[in-house]
């Protein structure tokens, strides 16, 4: 069975449109449609529902395709096998994340590793985006919830955790609750609940139940400048908010630990771009352990 045909098969499986998997792979549209037309002959069945929409697998298709990311596993380790241990770390590798740990620690950490190894080519892709690491649509993820099933590799990363902030400038005007009776009289900014992806973001729940006026976002990102803006309290990630100079922490006696868990798929563990930014994540990590945990 011709690799090319197969390869292009997967990507077609994966992109869910030949125009876009031609894309993927630097293939013309044409290119693409001709070989999958060629497996499909060679193995005597339709392989995929071709609509106006896009692709959809038939029942050979999802026969073929757990096979077939079999034999890519195979030949991503045979390539990695052959390379000297000292050869230059190159290829691309994607890894999603929570969009506040993207944000204010892994875009940094992930950008002076590219650095180190000009050839490595790293993506970071923010989470809730669906993916497949099975299917090779991220190498990496960091997760808030471990998953109780399926063929993943799981470590907890480190724990981290969460405090009640607000700006400087809010404070000057509305003065600081003493206690979270006392939020009625306050602005409380929060996440929204059907875009709460992880049952670990579930720390809005103090707020919304006490706080007066409410001003809800979706991301940690826009929870955090609306509370730098002065837009009223919220709940923020200590490694982020402490890093910002014009925000204080409030309410002492409120708190939360949350922890975050690297994923990765057993077949990809051995091939070593994949290995090398998963090292480097652990113990990078390892070394920021106080910045997650400030308050001990």
């Known amino acids: 069975m011709d690799w090319d045909h197969l390869r292009v098969f997967l990507a077609v ?6 125009l876009a998997a031609a894309r993927r792979l630097g293939l013309n549209h044409a290119t693409v449609a001709r070989r999958l037309d060629a497996l499909e002959a060679a193995l005597g069945t ?28 195979e030949l991503l380790g045979i390539a990695e096998s052959l390379k000297a241990q000292e050869a230059e770390v190159a290829g691309t590798v994607r890894i999603g994340a929570p969009d506040g740990l993207g944000n204010y620690f892994l875009a ?24 497949s690491l099975s299917r090779r649509e991220a190498d990496l993820a960091i997760v808030l919830d471990a998953p109780a099933e399926g063929r993943l590799v799981v470590s907890r990363l480190i724990d981290y955790s969460l405090s009640v902030y607000a700006a400087r400038a809010y404070l000057d005007r509305h003065g600081a609750p003493e206690r979270p009776e006392a939020l009625a009289a306050h602005a409380v900014v929060t ?10 973001l579930d720390y809005s729940a103090l707020l919304e139940r006490h706080g007066g006026r409410r001003f809800r976002c979706a ?23 402490s890093a910002a100079g014009d925000l204080v922490r409030i309410l002492p006696g409120i708190g939360f630990r949350r922890s975050y868990f690297l994923l990765s798929h057993p ?30």
Not at 56 to 69: H, I, K
Not at 222 to 231: C, D, F, L, P, Y
């Open 13 to 18: 499986s994966r992109q869910g449109q030949l």
């Open 46 to 73: 339709p392989l995929f529902d071709r609509r106006p929409a896009g692709t959809v697998l038939t029942e050979a298709g999802e026969r073929l395709l757990p096979a077939a990311e079999r034999i890519e596993t």
């Open 108 to 131: 940094a950490e992930l950008a002076a590793l590219s650095a180190r190894h000009p050839a490595l080519v790293v993506e970071l892709v923010p989470l809730p985006r669906t993916f």
């Open 191 to 200: 996440g929204v609940e059907d875009y709460a992806y992880a049952s670990a």
């Open 219 to 241: 991301s940690v990102m826009g929870q955090m400048e609306a509370v730098r803006a002065g837009a009223g309290i919220g709940v923020l990630h200590d490694f982020a908010a």
């Open 267 to 296: 077949d990809t563990m051995a091939v070593r771009r994949i290995a090398v930014l998963r090292a480097a994540i652990v113990a990078r990590f390892r070394e920021a352990r106080g910045r997650f945990l400030p308050l001990g």
